[in-house]
C-alpha cells in the first residue's frame, strides 16, 4: 500500500502556533536568522519520533521535532475513520518550560503501558562549557579555548538553544550561556503520557542517566530499559527500574564489550558494570542546583597521550574522540553515573567506542534485539580514522572494538537471557562499497546503508530497516525477511531526505500501521536544497509524517500465531531503486502489502494464435466461403502459406443463458472475429471448449477489428479501424494510378481482395473495385450470442464510418461515444432513437474550445450535429455509393479554395470539397470524417484510442496515443486550410484524459489526467520515461476500485505494459509487461464471471518489426499473439444480471458461425 500522509502535518502548512515551530520559554514562537533577528517563524522540517496512543475512544500522537533548537515536542489528536484513514483534527505544543526546554528529541518507543518514550540526542558538553574563556575568538591562542572550538560542531546548536531565553546570536555573551544555560538540564529519555480529556504530563527521566539519548526502549518485563548512545565513541546503556512500569527510581549499568570476532561486522560478549542506583527526587535536586563539571571531576590534559599519576586516563564522545585525564571527585559517584553518564562508564573502564548507535527493537519470540550502527568508524577502529592510520579516537582508552571500516553501517543482533540482560552481539547484517555503486550511490544501492531507525513485526518474523544515510542518493525503508535473510525496498524519499521514525502498531482500534516519516527533503548530502527544490518534480522543502496502511488485524491472527512468529508474512511489493531524477523528488512507496489471504495472480493464458480448436486455427484470415487466405510477400503478391495474425484485440467475455462465451477480434485485413465457448474450473480458470470464425460475409467481410466493448444489453461490440479512401478509388484509372494516388489504400484493397478470393497479379482496377467497396469498411460492429451458441453480426451504417478504435455505451443505453483513430481525426457521439436498440439515431461530432495547453490540453466541448439515419436506410446505399456521387472536388490554392468549396483538414489533408445536393446523409454516415470537418467541428486529434466510463466520478477516460501533427499550433500540412482548433505541445508519449459528462451524459469538457513523459529516465531503447505509462491505448476502469487500467501500444518503451493507476493517490503500478515488440490490447475488467473477477488483456504481435531477430533468442516465447487474463481472483461483485438471448437465429446465419466441439484427436 502506498504510504500515506496524515493530513495537515506537512510541517510547511500547519498554523503559526503550532506543528513543529520553536518557541522559548514564554512559548512565543522562534525567529530564524537569529543574526539578523528577522520576524520570520522558525518552523522545523525535521519531524522525528511520532507515536500513537489510543486512550479511551480518543487517538493521540506526540512528535518529534528534532531540529533546530530548542526542540519541540507536539501533541495531536487524530481522527480515525471506518477504514482507518488518520487525520488531525487538533494540535498543541508541549510545554517544557518547567525543565528548562527541550534539546534535541530524536528517535523513541512506546512503553508497554501505552505512553510515549522520547529522547535528547547530542547532550551539550559540560566541560567545554566550563573551559572557556571566550564564545568564538578567531585568532589563536585564544581560539584554542573558545566555546567554538571546544564545542566542535555542538557550538551552533548551543547559540540556537539560548533562543529559548530570547538571546540571539548578535548579542550572546559567554557570560549568557555560562549564566543562563545548564548543561546539565539537557540529555535525558522523556515520558509523556496522554490523558482521555486531551491533557497530558510529561517529565524527563534523569534516572535513565544523561547522554546522547537516541531512544530508549522498555523490555516486556516492563523494568529493562535499554539506551542507545548516537555520536562518535559512545556507549550503550541498561535501566532497571525499581517498579514495573515506574522509572523514576533504579539502577543503571553501562556495557562492556569482548570482541570475539572482526569480521562481518564483529561479534563481542558483553558484560554490565553498574554505574549507580538513584532516584529522580535526589536527580531532580543535584540538576537545579546548577552544577558545573568541576563540581563532579578534577582534569588535566593529557602529556604525550597520558595521564599524570593519579588521574584515569579516558577517551569517550559524543562529538568526537576525545581523550581526558579525570579524577572523580570524593561523594559524586551517583552524579557522575547519573548526569555525566558516558564519561563515567569509561572511568570505570566500560566501552565507549562505539559509533552512531541509532534505533533499537526487540523480538519476543527469539528473544533478541536489534539494533542498528549506522557507521562502523573511528573508535570502532583500531587506531584507525576512515581506514586510515589514527590515534584520536583510541587512545587513552582500552581498545575493546578493532574493526575494519564500514561506511555503510551494520545491524546487530543481541541475545537477551531470562532477566532481559542482553549477553552477546552479533552483526546481523551489513551494508557494503563493493558492489552496486556509483557517483551518487557510494554503498551498494541494493543493500543497506547507513541504517537508523528499525522495527520489528511482532508474529510476521521481519525486521524494518529504515535509512539515514549520503552513501545512498535517495533514503529508504527496508524490509528484511528474519528466514530467508530477503530484503525488500519498499519506501523511499527525497534527495537529501532521510527516513524516520520506523514503528508497528499491529493494533489500533482494528487496524495495523506501519509509521514512516520523511525528515528534510533536499536538506543532506550534499544536495544544495534551493537549487534541487526548485527543480521539476520536487516535492518540497516540508516533511511528511504519514504510513503504511491501515491493514488489517483480523487477518493478523487468521492463521499463525504472534507467539511464535507463525503469522502471514505481510507481503510487501519490491520498490524499484529510485533511478530518475523524477522519482529521486517523491516520496514513494510500495504499491502492494498484503496479510494473509493474499491472492497469487498471474497471467494465465486462454489461447494463443495459431491453436487448433476441432477444425478452427484460432488467428486464421478466412475468406467469404470459409476458407483459409493466402498470405503475402513484400510486394502483395500471393504465397503458398496461409496467414494466422498473431494479432488478437479485444476479446469479450458474455455470460449468456448459463453458458460463458467470448468473441475476440483478429486486427487484420481482411479481419476476423472468432467466437469461442469456455469452460470455468472451480477455481475460475478459462479453457476452450469449442471455437468457429463468425460470418461477416452479408457486408463484405471486415478490416481491422481493432478494440471494443461490451454493451449493457449483453452483446459484443467491435470496430473497423481500417478504411480505404474511396476518393482515391474513385479518381483512380487503374492500379498503378491507384497506388500513387494513396499507396495506403492500394495496399488495403490488395489485401482486401483476399476475402474474395483474388490476388495479384490477377487483380485490375475494375474487378477490385467490382468487390472492394470502400464504403463496406469502417464501422461499429455488434454480435449477439443466443442460448444455442449461434451469433448475429452486424455492422452499424448509423453509427459513422471511419478509423473506429472503439464505441462506449453510456448507462442510459442510448448515448454512444466513439473514438477515430489516426492523424486528423475527430470524436463522435451516437444517440440511439431507442435505448438498447443501435440501429437508428443521431450523429454527431465534437468542437473543442481549447482553455489551456497544459498537460495535453484542456477544451471545453460542444456538439455538431452531423445527421440521424438508420441501418436499413443507409445499407440500401452502400452497393452503388461512390465518393463522386457525394462530394464535389477542387484544388486548393495555398491554403484557400475556390468560391463554393469549403476547405477542410481531415484524414487525407487539406481538401477542396462541396457537398453535392441532396447527399447530406450520405455525407455524414458514410464520409463522416470528412463530414464533420466540412461543417465546422474538430478534425485535429491524433491517435485518439479507447475510452472507458467511471460511474463514480460520472467521466469517460480517453487515451491520446500521441500528441502530434495537428493538435500542435499551425503543424504545418495538418492544420493548413483547417480551423486549427488544437494547439497543444507535442508529447511523443501521449496522455489520458478526463472527460466530464453532464446528468444526461453530454461530454462537456476534456482536460488531461495523466501524460507520459520523455523528459527523465530515458535511454536509447526507452525514449519515454519507464516508470510512466506511455502511448496508451486501451484503457478499461476497474469497477468500484477507483482504478484506472491502461494498456501501452509503444515504441517508446522497450517493453510494452499494463498499468494499473490509482484516481486516488495518482500511483502508476506496472502489472504486466510484454515481450519485445508487442503490445497490451483488449484490456478489460470483469468484476463478477463466475464468481471471479478478471482483467482481460491481451498480447500482440510480439517480436513484431525491428525485434524480428530476437525470436531467435534463447528465451523468446514465439511470435503468437496471447489472449488471458490476470485472475482469477475471487470476485466481491454482485452477479450481474445478463441478458439471455432466446431468438433462433442459427438457421439465419451461416453454417460456420456456430461452433464446432472439439473432438477427442483437437
Known sequence: MMEKTVSGVSTSSLPATSGGTSSNSTSNPQLTKPSEVTKEMDISNNPDFVSLLPVGNRLFSFVHFESPRPGAIDMMELKQDANGTLSVIGIKHVDWSLW?????????????????????????????????TSLADATPPANATSLFVLTGGGFPSIINFMRYYGLYANNITLEDVKTRFNPYLYGYATELTANADGSYQNVKWYTLGRGSKELPYVMPDNRTVYITDD?????????????????????????????LSAANGGAFNLQWIKLGSANQTYLAKAVQANPKFYDLFNATKPQNGTCPPGYKSINAGQNDGNHECLVLKPGKEVEAAFLETRRYLAYLNGTTEFSKWEGLTYDPIRRQIYTSMSDVRYGMEDFKQLGKSATKYDIGGPNDIRLDYNPC??????????????????????????????????????????????????GHDQLIIGEDTDAHENDVFWVYDMKTGEKTRIFATPYGAETTSAYWYPNINGHAYILAVTQHPYGEGGINATKMVDYPGSTGLAAHIGYFGPLEPSALTATGSASNNTLPEIQFEQLPVPY????????????????????????????????????????????????????????LLPTNEEQVEPTPDFVSYLPTCGSLYSIAHIEASPGAYYLTQLSQSANGTLTVTSQSPIDFSAYGGVLGPC??????????????????????????????????????????????????????????????????????????????????????????????????????????????????DGDNRSFYKFVADTAGDLSSGTLYAVKVNQTSAVKG?????????????????????????????????????????????????????????????????????????????????????????????????????????????????????????????????????????????????????????????SSYNTDATNKCDRDIMANPDNLNMLTGQGQLAIAEDTDNHENAYLWIYDLKTAVLTRVLSTPYGAEVTGTYFYPNLGGFSYIMSQVQHPYEGAEMAKLSDKDATGAAGWVGYLGPMSSKYPKPDAKCYTEDFCQAAAPSTQPAAISAAG
Not at 526546554?101 to 566541560?127: I, M, Q, R
Not at 559512545?234 to 569482548?258: M, N
Not at 472507458?948 to 500528441?963: G, K, L, Q, W
Not at 511523443?988 to 482536460?1007: E, F, R, W
Request: net charge negative.
Open 100 to 132: 528548562g526546554g527541550l534539546w534535541t528529541p530524536c528517535a523513541g518507543s512506546v512503553t508497554p503501558w501505552n505512553t510515549h518514550l522520547g529522547s535528547e540526542e547530542y547532550e551539550p558538553d559540560a566541560k567545554a562549557i566550563a573551559d572557556a
Open 231 to 259: 555520536g562518535t565513541n559512545t556507549a550503550f546503556f541498561r535501566f532497571v527500574a525499581d517498579r514495573a512500569g515506574d522509572l523514576s527510581s533504579g539502577t543503571l549499568y553501562g556495557a562492556k564489550a569482548f570482541q
Open 409 to 458: 553501517g551494520c545491524v546487530y543482533t543481541l541475545n537477551v537471557d531470562a532477566n532481559y540482560t542482553a549477553t552477546n552481539m552479533t552483526a546481523l547484517i551489513c551494508g557494503d562499497t563493493k558492489y552496486g555503486t556509483n557517483a551518487n550511490n557510494t554503498c551498494n544501492v541494493n543493500e543497506i546503508a547507513n541504517p537508523d531507525n528499525v522495527a520489528f513485526l511482532t
Open 580 to 635: 530518475t531524477d523524477a522519482l529521486k523528488h517523491k516520496v514513494q512507496g510500495s504499491m502492494t502489502a498484503v496479510i494473509g489471504g493474499c491472492e497469487v495472480v498471474n497471467y494465465q493464458a486462454i489461447m494463443r494464435t495459431g491453436d487448433k480448436f476441432g477444425g478452427s486455427v484460432f488467428g486464421r484470415l478466412l475468406n467469404a466461403k470459409g476458407q483459409p487466405v493466402r498470405a503475402l510477400d513484400s510486394n
Open 707 to 820: 478494440a471494443g466493448s461490451v454493451s449493457p444489453w449483453n452483446t459484443h461490440l467491435g470496430s473497423e479501424e481500417t478504411t480505404i479512401n474511396a476518393r482515391a478509388f474513385a479518381e483512380a484509372k487503374d492500379l498503378a494510378d491507384l497506388k500513387k494516388l494513396d499507396s495506403g489504400a492500394y495496399s488495403t484493397a490488395i489485401n482486401a481482395a483476399r476475402y474474395f478470393d483474388l490476388y495479384l497479379p490477377n487483380i485490375t482496377l475494375a474487378s477490385l473495385k467490382a468487390t472492394v467497396n470502400p464504403y463496406n469498411y469502417g464501422y461499429i460492429t455488434e454480435v449477439t450470442v443466443n442460448g444455442q451458441g449461434c451469433t448475429k453480426a452486424v455492422k452499424h451504417y448509423a453509427m459513422g464510418r471511419m478509423t473506429s478504435e472503439m464505441s462506449l455505451v453510456m448507462p442510459d443505453q442510448k448515448t454512444v461515444y466513439i473514438s477515430d
Open 857 to 1013: 490540453g484542456s477544451f471545453n466541448l460542444n456538439w455538431i450535429k452531423l445527421g440521424n439515419a438508420s441501418d436499413a436506410l443507409l445499407r440500401t446505399q452502400v452497393a452503388n455509393l461512390t465518393f463522386d456521387k457525394i462530394f464535389e472536388v477542387a484544388v486548393p490554392v495555398g491554403s484557400s479554395c475556390p468560391a463554393g468549396f469549403r476547405s477542410i483538414n481531415s484524414a487525407y489533408g487539406q481538401e477542396c470539397l462541396k457537398v453535392k445536393a441532396g447527399f447530406e446523409v450520405h455525407a455524414a454516415f458514410f464520409e463522416t470524417g470528412r463530414y464533420a470537418a466540412y461543417v465546422g467541428a474538430t478534425t485535429e486529434f491524433t491517435k485518439f484510442e479507447g475510452t472507458t466510463y467511471d460511474a463514480e466520478n460520472r467521466a469517460i477516460y480517453a487515451s491520446v496515443s500521441y500528441i502530434r501533427n495537428a493538435m500542435l499550433d499551425n503543424s504545418s500540412k495538418y492544420d493548413v486550410g483547417g480551423p486549427n482548433d488544437i494547439r497543444v505541445p507535442a508529447n511523443p508519449c501521449g496522455c489520458v484524459y478526463k472527460i466530464s459528462l453532464s446528468t444526461t451524459y453530454d461530454a462537456t469538457s476534456m482536460s488531461g489526467l495523466l501524460c507520459g513523459s
